[in-house]
């Protein structure tokens, strides 16, 4: 891990380096008792951080084998009234006598103290880490500070039927723990080998009494004030041990998260400071797990300038007192094993801030959470069976540049109102196949509490939204598309978050996810928060969750949202507004690095995946190789696909003219073919060109209801035709007239026959659903989309008639000939250059055709050419028929 400066408090004094056992403890024991060392097993095999709590094997030294036999006998207690062995329980649910809301304010507890200590927080890499970081120095009340070695067991003097008093507390530990501002809880909680016997010390908050049961032992620890119990027991060695926690109403046993080694391993935490840990989900968050043989849920969380972080949830009535976190080395991390802990359960972390305020926080790694409004997160772990494993297979034997690739866009939660995931896979899956989409691109599926963001300000990032199901129930839908035979790809957001003060807004108390610069961590045009790209941690959450998208939920591609606002530091930004970077330009250079990263990262691991950028700027190698250098000095990007904004802003302002004003606009219907092989273009028709005024696709086309739609339809064929890959939102496949709304969708009712325009309507559809199998079964429209092989002007430049053609052409030259006519007039043997090696031509598609609701114009019979009249440079020519406002397709018979 790379080195950290920390402070540290001058009256403690330093703990054993990691690795060394406490004395009289096996390296076996230390280890986490896996019987091999901790630097060997990787990831969440091995223990990590301060130590804290000690082995169940580490001994106390003794001289007198008289004394450690008698040591040894189990003292005697006397029962508290219904702690028998009936009431045993592996769970830490503990249920005081009173309830509380997780909204309401934690209780004062009476002779808590405010701890006096300070931490200094870093923010940023490299700086000096908080004091949080640094491992376990607190010693045990009651250990030997003079360096002697521990002497016999004492005969028990005091207490509870042999349970000596424990020697008090500090002062200072004491208010730091009760106030939820120490770093190592385990220090002070737990059993511990001290000097005559084994100190056991507990933290139940609202308890009446704590018993020690172990093997034959049982023993009462003494009340020592709010909360904390603890006693010497005359025991040569720490035992295998269970705490019966008596309350006002009920009586329960549990196991003590204090006598748990750390269960995130050291590999995780050099990996996350190094910023490479590609499976972070795995190692931070709420991870139901066996740990030491005993089942349970490890919290792990990222908060390097608290003072100290506790974990509360139901289990607890969302009082953290009495599970308080221990601070993982220098890495930030805190991390607490709750045992007998499971699914269910919500939870959120208190905070304590570098000023001593408190804040309760969601998991920023939760995997569930709970439905908005509320927040809290979910203990969650998957049992979905995938059955996808054929289309996986499938995926990665062809890139999607050389494939068909046209993409029905959907908002989940109003496509059908109401449907929960597993519903929608009943219903989407049908539809999409239906129509003949290859996939379906998903508006962001991660959990955001506003709705109207359209889940574009996201809150929980490795959580699907609860609105309508369970992370499993998203994963039923994601299989149900698969075995549909349709990719699915989902909108991403990495490049800012919302204020939430319950969420990643200044985490732990100062700016963590988010730039320490304020000015550079607003967004100017959302009232949003950016990241800190150039945080090694920060870059490694994101790179990691585009990762487990990609692998826990099968994702076939990620359309990143807002790239150029990443890519910008003067974006939305005024002179003065911003600060430019160390070589004086206006590039974001570590936003360029992220993404560079983020890309290779999820192409190595991820066959067949394929990330899509929406950048609206002319950045140079946006869907570049990252190793390959452009003019600009930097690498590509890395995309697979960029959206081609440019050619959607332009040609959606040509149709949307009178066809007598179009001449004037020509050239925005040509211009993209300029560009065309600069990047992997795919064509968008998403929802933010159907909302906030721009009216749906079928109300921009000016004209009548029937030259609306003609125009519609007319538009599609040149879409389909054109070099790309299309997508088009959910509701303009049949021509929906009103906008689109979140909060009602899609308006279903114009399909139903009972509806005298339902015709119209079902025409525009059934339009859509032929050109995707026209496409699809010509690889002349897809083999070559991104090299000029593929493509070649006919008619480029008839301007007063409205007029475009072209020829497309697969790897093996067969071509495709698309005639687009945008005049409301027929244009009776136009004549068309074409090849002379085709023998004839045959219509196969025609947007006019009377069931797709357009006049029926169109050449029935094939069409030969006639190479006596050469025309537009070609050796040949045709005279087609061409219908108003309409596109038809022609191949050679």
């Known amino acids: 891990m790379t080195a950290r400066s920390s402070s540290r408090r001058p009256s403690q004094e330093p703990a054993p380096a990691r690795g060394t056992a406490v004395r009289g403890t096996s390296p076996e024991a230390s280890a ?38 008698e040591a040894a006998e189990p003292a005697q207690t006397t029962e508290t009234a219904g702690t028998s062995e009936t009431h045993r329980s592996s769970g830490v649910t503990e249920r005081p006598p009173h309830q509380r809301d997780h909204g309401e304010p934690l209780p004062e507890r009476p002779d808590a103290t405010r701890p006096d200590r300070t931490r200094t927080g870093s923010a940023r890499p490299g700086s000096a880490r908080p004091a949080t970081a640094e491992p376990s120095t607190a010693q045990p009340a009651g250990a030997p500070t003079d360096g002697t070695p521990p002497g016999p067991a004492p005969e028990p003097s005091g207490g509870s039927h042999g349970v000596r008093t424990a020697p008090p507390l500090g002062e200072e530990d004491r208010g730091r723990l009760l106030g939820g501002a120490h770093h190592d809880p385990h220090g002070l909680l737990g059993a511990h080998p001290v000097r005559g016997g084994v100190l056991f010390r507990v933290l139940r908050p609202y308890a009446k009494a704590v018993t020690v049961l172990s093997k034959g032992l049982r023993a009462d620890l003494h009340d020592e004030g709010d909360g904390l119990f603890g006693g010497v027991l005359p025991l040569t060695a720490v035992p295998e041990y269970e705490l019966l926690v008596a309350y006002e109403d009920n009586v329960v046993t549990v196991h003590d998260p204090y006598r748990f080694l750390p269960a995130v391993g050291e590999l995780d935490l050099h990996l996350f400071g190094e910023g490479r840990h590609e499976e972070l989900w795995q190692a931070m968050g709420a991870m139901p797990m066996v740990h030491q043989e005993v089942t349970g849920t490890r919290f792990t969380v990222w908060a390097p300038n608290a003072r100290g972080v506790r974990v509360v949830g139901n289990f607890n009535f969302w009082d953290g007192t009495g599970f308080p976190m221990r601070s993982l080395g220098s890495s930030g991390v805190w991390e607490l094993f709750l045992p007998g802990l499971g699914e269910g359960e919500l939870y959120k972390f208190e905070i304590t801030r570098p000023d001593g305020s408190k804040t309760l926080r969601a998991d920023p790694m939760a995997r569930r959470t709970e439905c908005p409004p509320a927040n809290a997160s979910v203990v969650h772990t998957s049992h979905h069976r995938w059955q996808d494993a054929a289309w996986l297979e499938r995926r990665a034997e062809r890139p999607v540049h050389a494939a068909p690739f046209s993409v ?15 519903q929608l896979a009943q219903q989407l899956p049908a539809y999409v196949k239906d129509l003949g989409f290859t996939h379906v691109e998903l508006m962001p599926v991660a959990e955001h509490p506003f709705g109207g963001s359209w889940g574009y300000q996201v809150t929980g990032f490795y959580a699907p939204t609860a609105r309508m199901g369970t992370p499993d129930d998203f994963k039923y839908l994601v299989d149900a598309l698969h075995r549909a035979g349709i990719g699915v790809l ?28 304020p000015a550079r961590a607003a967004h100017p045009d959302w009232g949003t928060l950016e990241f800190d790209y150039g945080r090694a941690e920060v870059r490694n959450f994101l790179v990691a ?8 939920f099968h994702i076939d591609g990620l359309r990143v949202d807002a ?44 066959p067949g995946v394929v990330t899509v950028a929406e950048e609206s700027t002319a950045w140079d190698g946006v869907t570049r190789a990252t190793h390959h250098v452009g003019p600009g000095g930097f690498g590509g990007l890395g995309f697979g696909l960029k959206w081609n904004m440019g050619w959607m802003h332009d040609s959606l302002g040509y149709v949307s003219k009178e066809p007598v004003h179009r001449k004037y606009h020509h050239n925005e219907m040509t211009f993209s073919m300029v560009y065309a092989y600069s990047e992997n273009y ?42 790309g890959k299309q997508l088009l939102f959910m509701g303009q496949e049949f021509a929906q007239g009103a906008e689109w709304a979140e909060g009602h969708g899609p308006d279903w009712w114009l399909l139903d026959p009972s509806y005298s325009a339902e015709p119209d309507h079902r025409g525009v559809r059934d339009l859509v659903r032929d050109l995707n199998r026209r496409y699809t079964d010509t690889p002349a429209l897809w083999e070559q989309d991104t090299v000029p092989e593929g493509f070649s002007w006919v008619v480029g430049d008839a301007s007063e008639d409205n007029v475009f053609a072209f020829l497309r052409y697969g790897t093996d030259g067969t071509p495709l000939l698309a005639i687009s006519n945008f005049s409301p007039v027929v244009r009776h043997a136009y004549p068309v250059g074409v090849p002379a090696d085709v023998a004839a031509w045959r219509e196969v598609l025609n947007t006019d055709e009377v069931r797709y609701g357009g006049s ?18 070609r050796p040949a020519s045709i005279t087609p028929v061409l219908p108003p406002l309409a596109t038809v397709w022609l191949r050679p018979v």
């Open 32 to 69: 986490g008792r896996s019987g091999v060392p901790a630097t060997f097993l990787p990831g969440r095999d091995e223990p990590a951080g301060s130590g804290g709590a000690a082995s169940p094997d580490a001994t106390v030294e003794t001289t007198d084998a008289t004394e450690v036999a």
């Open 408 to 422: 029905y866009e959907v908002h989940l939660a109003s496509w059908r109102p109401g449907l929960t995931y597993r």
């Open 490 to 517: 989902m909108d991403w957001v990495p490049a800012h978050f919302p204020r939430d003060a319950w969420a990643l807004a200044e985490f732990d108390g100062r700016p963590l996810y988010e730039h320490e610069d």
């Open 545 to 552: 969750n585009a990762v487990y998208w990609c692998e826990e």
């Open 563 to 606: 790239v150029a606002s990443m890519l910008y530091l003067d974006y939305s930004r005024e002179s003065g507004e911003w600060t430019p970077n160390v070589h004086g330009g206006r590039e974001n250079l570590d936003a360029v690095a992220f993404l560079q990263e983020m890309n290779a990262t999820v192409y190595r691991r991820c």
């Open 682 to 723: 795919v064509l968008p028709i998403s929802h933010d060109e159907v909302v906030h005024g721009k009216r749906s696709l079928v109300s921009k086309m000016p004209g009548d209801w029937w030259q609306q739609r003609a125009t519609q339809r007319a538009y599609l064929g040149f879409m389909w035709s054109h070099p």
């Open 856 to 873: 029926g114009v169109g050449n029935p019979d094939p069409l030969k050419p006639d190479a006596s009249v050469p025309w537009h440079g």
